[in-house]
C-alpha cells in the first residue's frame, strides 16, 4: 500500500505581522480550525463557496514581516484586555501564535537602516523564499495590513516601504493582496513589474465599515431616482490606526477610496467629506457616522444618517482569510492580473468592475464558481495583465528552485477555455518572472541597484482599515 501523500500547505505572508489585524488573523484562524468559534465573517465559509476548491483554514501557515518586536502572544493578550479578542482564546492557541511568531522577520527601512531599496527588496524576498521553502509549501500569499502610509511624493522620490514590500513579493513569486490605502502594487514602479510577472495580486484598502455602508446605500439612492446632495461622515478611533491616519497625508490615501466608492455608486461626488479623528481611549474600536442630504418628490429635502460601531481588528481579520485562500486558488488555477471579482473586498478595487455591494457580490460568486471549474473563461482580469494579454514571445514565470517553486512554460501552451494566463502553473507553482527580463533600472527581479534608502514608515503594526 503507497503512503498516503502530504496535505498541500499555502503560507499567508503578513506585511505588519504584529499588528492587530494580524494578530486577529492569526488567533481566529487556529481558533476556527479547533472548533473554538465559528467562522463568523468569513464568505469563503459559506455554502457558495464548498465547491471552490479553497484550501482548508488548518493548512495555512503565517509569518510576516514586521518594524516592531513585540511578541503574537503577548499582542493578544492586549487585544484580549481590550475586548478585541474573548477571554481565553488568546491562551487556547498559544501554540500556533508562538509557530507565527517565530516566522516573522524585521521589517523595513528602519531608522538608521543603510541598505538601498534594491538590497531591502532583496532581503524581503530572501525572507518569503526561505519561508515557503522550510514549510514545504506550494505556493505562499504576500498581504499587506500595515499601517497607512503618506502618499507617494512622486516621481524620484524614494519608494514608499508599502511598494519595496510589493516588489518583494513580485520577485518571490508570490501572489500579492494590499489591504491597506497605502500604495504598494499601485505605484508605477511596482505596476510595471506586475504586469510582467505572471501573477495574481488584489486591493486595495479592505471594505469594512462605513464604505462598506455606502457601498450599499450609494446604489439604493441611485436606483430610487433620489438625488444626493452631499454626504458627510466622521470617523473617530483609536489604536495605531488611529496614530497613523492622524498625518493628514495618510487620511487623504484613507478618503480617496471612500470618495470613490460615492462617485462610482451615485454618478457624481456629493458635498461634503470624511474627516477622521484620533482618540486613543478608544484603542481597537471606531465609531463611522454618515450624514446623508438627499432631494425627493417635488423637491422635498431630506437626511438619513448612520452610525457604525465596530472593531477594525474583528472586521479585517475574516477578509484577509478570505482574501489569501481566493488569491491562493487563483494563483494555483494560472490566474494573473488584478482579479478584478475581489472588488467585494476593497474600497478601491483593481480592474475593472461593478462598484454597488450587491453586483460585487454576485461578480465574486461567479468567480467562486470558476475557481470551482465551472465556467472558467476570461475572470480574474481587469485593467492591466490578464488571461491572453501577454505579449507575444514574453517570457513565463521564472523558475525558483525547491518546494513550492516550478517552471512557467510559455504563452499559449494552457487549454483553450482553461482559466490560465499563458503561465502553466500545476501544484507547487510559484510563479514569477525570470531574472533578467526586466526593462533597464527598474526595480524588481534580477536588479540589484537602486537610488538609495527607501522612506521610513510609521511602523508595521496599525491596519488603516476604516
Known amino acids: 500500500m503507497s503512503a498516503s501523500l502530504p496535505r498541500p500547505r499555502v503560507g499567508v505572508w503578513l506585511i505588519g505581522a504584529r499588528g492587530s489585524v494580524a494578530t486577529t488573523v492569526v488567533t481566529g484562524c487556529a481558533a476556527v480550525t479547533a472548533g473554538l468559534h465559528p467562522p463568523t465573517g468569513m464568505v469563503t465559509e459559506t455554502p457558495a463557496f464548498t465547491d471552490s476548491g479553497l484550501l482548508a483554514l488548518s493548512?495555512?501557515?503565517?509569518?510576516?514581516?514586521d518594524t516592531l518586536d513585540c511578541p503574537l502572544p503577548k499582542r493578544a493578550e492586549t487585544l484580549t484586555a481590550g475586548g478585541v479578542l474573548p477571554p481565553g482564546i488568546a491562551t487556547a492557541v498559544a501554540a500556533e501564535l508562538a509557530a507565527a511568531d517565530r516566522e516573522i522577520r524585521p521589517g523595513g527601512p528602519t531608522p538608521g537602516d543603510t541598505r538601498s531599496e534594491a538590497d531591502l527588496i532583496t532581503d524581503f524576498a530572501r525572507d518569503i523564499r526561505d519561508f515557503t521553502r522550510r514549510?514545504?509549501?506550494q505556493r505562499t500569499v504576500v498581504v499587506n495590513v500595515a499601517s497607512t502610509e503618506p502618499a507617494s511624493q512622486g516621481p524620484g522620490a524614494p519608494l514608499?516601504?508599502?511598494?519595496?514590500?510589493?516588489?518583494?513579493?513580485?520577485?518571490?513569486?508570490?501572489?500579492?493582496?494590499?489591504?491597506t490605502p497605502s500604495e504598494g502594487m499601485h505605484h508605477p514602479v511596482a505596476a510595471r513589474e506586475?504586469?510582467?510577472s505572471g501573477l495574481?495580486?488584489?486591493?486595495?484598502?479592505?471594505?469594512?465599515?462605513?464604505?462598506?455602508?455606502?457601498?450599499?446605500l450609494g446604489p439604493m439612492f441611485a436606483q430610487r431616482a433620489l438625488h444626493v446632495r452631499a454626504?458627510?461622515?466622521?470617523?473617530?478611533?483609536?489604536?495605531?490606526?488611529g496614530a497613523a491616519l492622524a498625518d493628514p497625508a495618510a487620511a487623504a490615501a484613507k478618503n480617496a477610496g471612500k470618495e470613490r466608492v460615492l462617485a462610482d455608486t451615485l454618478g457624481h461626488v456629493p458635498e461634503g467629506e470624511v474627516?477622521?479623528?484620533d482618540v486613543p481611549a478608544l484603542g481597537d474600536w471606531k465609531t463611522a457616522w454618515d450624514h446623508i442630504a438627499f432631494d425627493g418628490?417635488?423637491?422635498t429635502r431630506m437626511i438619513l444618517q448612520t452610525i457604525w460601531q465596530g472593531c477594525d481588528s474583528a472586521l479585517a481579520a475574516p477578509l484577509v482569510l478570505d482574501l489569501a485562500r481566493l488569491t491562493a486558488r487563483a494563483h494555483e488555477k494560472g490566474l494573473s492580473g488584478p482579479l478584478a471579482p475581489l472588488g467585494f473586498y476593497f474600497k478601491d478595487p483593481v480592474g475593472e468592475g461593478p462598484s454597488g455591494l450587491s453586483e460585487q457580490y454576485e461578480a465574486l460568486l461567479r468567480f467562486g464558481s470558476a475557481l470551482g471549474g465551472v465556467a472558467a473563461t476570461g475572470l480574474g482580469t481587469g485593467r492591466g495583465s490578464g488571461p491572453g494579454t501577454r505579449p507575444e514571445g514574453a517570457p513565463g514565470a521564472g523558475a525558483e528552485s525547491g518546494p513550492g517553486a516550478a517552471t512557467g512554460s510559455s504563452p499559449g501552451t494552457r487549454p483553450e477555455g482553461d482559466l490560465g494566463a499563458g503561465v502553466e502553473s500545476g501544484p507547487g507553482a510559484a510563479t514569477g518572472s525570470s531574472p533578467g527580463t526586466r526593462p533597464e533600472g527598474d526595480l524588481g527581479a534580477g536588479v540589484e541597484s537602486g537610488p538609495g534608502v527607501g522612506a521610513g514608515q510609521r511602523g508595521d503594526t496599525a491596519e488603516g482599515v476604516l
Open 297 to 299: 418628490f417635488l423637491g
Open 135 to 137: 514549510h514545504a509549501l
Open 59 to 65: 493548512d495555512l501557515v503565517f509569518g510576516g514581516h
Open 194 to 196: 506586475a504586469e510582467h
Open 231 to 241: 454626504w458627510s461622515g466622521t470617523n473617530l478611533l483609536g489604536g495605531g490606526d
Open 200 to 216: 495574481p495580486y488584489a486591493g486595495r484598502d479592505g471594505k469594512t465599515g462605513q464604505t462598506l455602508l455606502r457601498a450599499v
Open 160 to 179: 514608499p516601504a508599502s511598494t519595496l514590500y510589493a516588489l518583494a513579493a513580485l520577485r518571490a513569486g508570490c501572489p500579492y493582496v494590499n489591504f
Open 275 to 277: 474627516h477622521i479623528d
